[in-house]
Each structure stands twice: as C-alpha cells, then as structure tokens.
C-alpha cells in the first residue's frame, strides 16, 4: 500500500471497544479499518456474559429494539459460599424492567459482537476479519502502520487504536506496558449450558424476558482472590469462575477443575441440573486497575478497553461499559488530531484528558486500593465465609437450647474465630479501599 492509499486509522480488534472506537469515527467521515484476527467478530471474543451499555444506546439508540441480546438483569445476587452453605445479599427491582433496562443485558458474544459489527460495516467502516496484526511498523519513535498475519502485509495509517485485549503485545512491543504481574491478571474460564427457556423461567423466578446475574465469592473459587458468576441468558446460562494467576498457582488450582467444583456446591448444582454443555472458554481479565495501567499513547497509537487496562474489577465487576467509553474518547481524540494533522504523542494526550473527566477514570481512582488490599487480606475471602456462615448455621439451627444461650454461644464463637477489634478492623480497612 502506497503512503497515498493508507488509511486514516487502523483499529486493532473488533470488540466493543474497537467497534465503538471505528463507529465514532465513520460517522466523522474518518476512514478506518478494523482488523479482527477471528473469523468474524465474536468468535474468539469472551466476557462473562453482562454487556453495560449506557454508551452503546448513545451510539445505537434502543439498540435492544434489534440486537440479539439475551436477557435484561433486573436481579442481581450476591453471595459467599462455604463448603455447604451459602449467605447471600439479593435484590430484585421492576424498574430495571423497563427501558433502558438499567443498561444491563445478558449476551452471547460470539452473536452480539457480529451484530455490532454489521452495524458499524453498514456505517461506512472495513472490518476485516481472519486478520492477525503481528507487530506495529515504526519510525522515529512514532507508529505508521501495522504489519499483518498471514502474509506479512504491512498496511500503514495516520493512528492505530489498539483494542486486541488483555495482553496486548502490541502495547508491549513498543514498550506502553511492561509483562503482567501474575497479581494483577485473572484468568477465567466460562461454560454455557442450555436449558429450556421456561425451566430458566422457573428455576430462578423470572417474569419474560428478565434475567438474573449472580456473582459469588469464597468457596466459589476455593477461597482464592477472585468470585465466580451465574447470569441466565433465554435458552441458557454462563458459568464461570475467574481467579488471580497469581493465586491459582499459589494454591495449585486448574480453573477447569474450580469451575467443575463450583457447579457441584449445593447451593449451585440444582440451578444447572440437567442442562447440556453448549460452549466453553477462557479468557485474561486486567484487575490492576488505575495504580497499574499502561502508559496509554504515543506518536500514533491509543490505547483501549483491556488493552489500557480497564476493568472495574470491584464488585461492580464493570469492564464492557469501560472498553465502550474509552474506544468513543480514543475516537474523538483520533478527529481532532486530523483535523489539527497532528498526531503526534502531544496531541493524542489529550485522550487521558479525556478519560480523566469520565466516568471511567472516576471509578477507576475510586476502587484503586480495593484489588491490593484484597491481595494484602486473602483471609477475607478463605476464612471469613465458612465462619461467618458456620455461625449463622449455629443461630438459626432449632434445638431445645434457650435463645438467649444460643446467641451467647454464637457471639462467644464469633470472637474466638474471628474476634470482634479484628472484624472491625477489616471492615474498616475494607471501606479505605473504596475511598
């Protein structure tokens, strides 16, 4: 390709963040391709299974109206497992029943994200899937281009937006991000199972096209820093466990088999009896967050979503919603820059600017703290779940024991377990973390 054919921008990936970076800027009248090294976008693309959208119904106004989106979550659950029993926080609303459904949609990504993609092919961007982008081509000191796999093309461009997820070589490659900290990479495994729609309707109490996202901690993943999660799709539901590399090598767990023992716990084998396996994968999920983020620009290149980093990985578990915003404020920073014809490190900066005025860094910087002091205190989630629950065991067990015994019996339990100066103690640092 000739420096007079290049394109405008070359993004790297076809996952929200790509595709909202690509659909922001067609509708500019900036030439972009995407580049998507599955054989169509969404097939080697894995979450969860909850797609946040306040920036998707920006960019694709009731885009539910036409999307294959799954379920709209209007129950959310969150509990501890110990080895037999469960203690749970549980709300359910039926204003999330109605538009804009909360911007909470269960999906499949392998269809959702072709969807997506068609929309943005139909706004006037080149998705070319089955491409590979091996390396970024650079001269002095800025990025012009990428070179592709197979083949070994080299297409060249204004900027590239790197959007290619959570371990972006390519970020590494021109020396943005350093190797992974095992401490700060999760790695996930997720498994659909089909059941029919009405025994989904039946088994967790849903009205229609509602849908329920539980996120489980403890035992779900044998006590190590992460949580495991159930979200119902129409005809089936995802399954998973994500846990630190770090901690899963410190404990010398397979994910595979984790996940096998967490659709065995009594509290989640009757919610899954029955159904057929339909799809399994893995995937890396950045939890560094703000305190570890990559140096996010240079001459040339933004980086987004994974790739940069973000992930809300609190209880919120936000990441989708994240890789949208940042790929639209890459975009309108890639307009401006071409307008200016500029796209020199200097310009491209104004992108953190950007980040650092939305909701994205706001809630990045809030939860800072909460993924090291989860690190620093991993007796929070091996310990406190079979004590707390063993003790709620205890109190509501019915005997012939006076209640005023029983309650003597469990506080006295509770501070030779737990102890009531340390209890307070890790509440408290636990709410520094938020702050």
Known sequence: MSEEEKFDCIVVGAGPAGLSAALTLVKAGVEVAVLERGEYPGSKNVMGGIL????????????????????????????????????????????????????????????????????????????????????????????????????????????????????????????????????????????????????????????????????????????????????????????????????????ELNPNDVLEGFKKHPAIAPLVKGGESLEYAAHMIPEGGYSHMPKLTMSGLILTGDAAGFVNASHYHEGSNLAMAS????????????????????????????????????????????????????HLLRDYPDSIIGLLTDYFRISEKPKAQIEKDVIAKFRREIGIINFAKDMYKMWRATR
């Open 52 to 251: 946040f959208t306040p920036v998707l119904d920006k960019l694709l106004p009731e885009f539910w109206k036409s999307a294959p989106v799954e379920r709209f979550v209007t129950h959310r659950r969150y509990s501890v497992l110990s080895k037999e029993g469960e203690a749970a926080f549980d709300f359910k609303t039926a204003a999330y029943g109605e538009p804009d459904y909360n911007n909470s949609w269960t999906v499949l990504r392998a269809k959702f994200d072709r969807w997506f993609a068609d929309q943005v092919e139909e706004a006037g961007a080149m998705i070319i899937p089955g491409m590979m982008v091996s390396e970024l081509l650079v001269k002095d000191g800025r990025v012009t281009g990428v070179k592709t796999e197979p083949g070994g093309d080299e297409l060249n461009c204004d900027v590239v937006i790197c959007c290619e997820g959570a371990n972006s070589f390519l970020a590494e490659q021109v020396g943005l991000r350093k190797p992974h900290d095992p401490k700060h990479l999760a790695v996930a495994v997720k498994e659909v199972i089909g059941l029919p729609q009405d025994e989904i309707e039946s088994r967790f109490h849903l009205n229609g096209n509602e849908g329920c996202a539980y996120e489980i901690f403890g035992q779900a993943v044998q006590g190590t820093f992460g949580s495991g999660f159930l979200y119902t799709n129409k005809e089936s539901i995802s399954i998973g466990v994500g846990s630190t590399i770090h901690d899963m090598k410190r404990h």
């Open 327 to 378: 790929g639209v404020h890459a975009a309108e920073t890639v307009i401006a820059a071409k307008e200016k014809g500029d796209f020199s490190e200097a310009t491209l900066s104004g992108y953190r600017d950007k980040l650092e005025n939305s909701f994205v860094f706001k809630d990045l910087k809030k939860f800072q703290k909460f993924s090291g002091f989860l690190n620093d205190n991993p």
